[in-house]
């Protein structure tokens, strides 16, 4: 999910308006990995990504990332 996030930026279609990509996990009904809200997406990582369920909790990820 990272790298889709660096090769969406790297092939210039972020826009920054309403962008954005998530992925299903398998396995875990209701799962969600997501890149946190304004975190750019150059700078994506694996460890960066939240988990959210269907409803927007999260569940995994840290609060701010670094």
């Keep these: 999910m990272a790298a889709?996030?660096?090769?969406?930026?790297?092939?210039?279609?972020?826009?920054?308006?309403?962008?954005?990509?998530?992925?299903?996990?398998?396995?875990?009904?209701?799962?969600f990995l997501l890149n946190p809200y304004g975190w750019c997406w150059t700078r994506s990582r694996p460890r960066a990504l939240w988990s959210s369920t269907q409803k927007g909790m999260r569940s995994r990820g840290r609060t701010y990332p670094r």
């Design 4 to 31: 889709a996030y660096r090769l969406v930026s790297l092939f210039n279609m972020d826009d920054l308006i309403s962008t954005h990509l998530s992925a299903h996990l398998p396995g875990e009904e209701h799962r």
